[in-house]
């Protein structure tokens, strides 16, 4: 018995992480080869706020039309743990690039002032109750894993490996031996990312 084909998308929600912005390798990557191969494809790469709860307000109000059956959601880092959320919520496919774990851990150290990643003239507060409001939204593990795939570097000099490959269990997993947080190797798998997602080629 051979596996029905994917479904191909026709909405595509990418999600960059802190102190990140649309403007960032990975998303504009995204955004060029969607809008050459995919001219008809929706793409939305949205500039999250520091507050993890407006941030998902904003997401959610922004895909609110959208046609769960037919979106995809694809993020990096702290957007790899928003996206594994949405993708939660709504049931769709998600393509997770060295997805945070614990944010609400690992960003304790970032209350205060921070400078934005590709504007460090930029300036803005991570609130201390983000933190909870990021606990708020942990997921133990997903429902459906083959829903999932996760793209995790070894080199990662950033995020623990094993701590995102042991958050999810039975995804489909491409597990880089070198490579580094930023995964700028991630052309080379822009493809595999896309076909996931039911979009070859």
Known sequence: MT????????HLLYLHGFRSSPRSTKAELVRQHVSQHYPALTFWCPQLPASPQAAIQQIMQGIASWPKAQMGVMGSSLGGFYASWVAEQTGCRAVLLNPAI???????AYIGENSAWHNPQERFLFQPDYV??????RLDRVSRAERYLAL??????VLDWREMVARYPGVRLLLLEGGDHALSNFPDYLGLTLEF???PG
Request: without cysteine; aromatic residues 0%; negative net charge.
């Open 132 to 137: 909870d409001q990021l606990a708020a939204l």
């Open 197 to 199: 997602l039911g979009l």
């Open 152 to 157: 995790i570097a070894k080199g990662d000099e």
């Open 3 to 10: 596996t029905p084909p994917v479904q191909p998308i026709s």
């Open 102 to 108: 614990d944010p609400a851990r690992d960003l304790a």
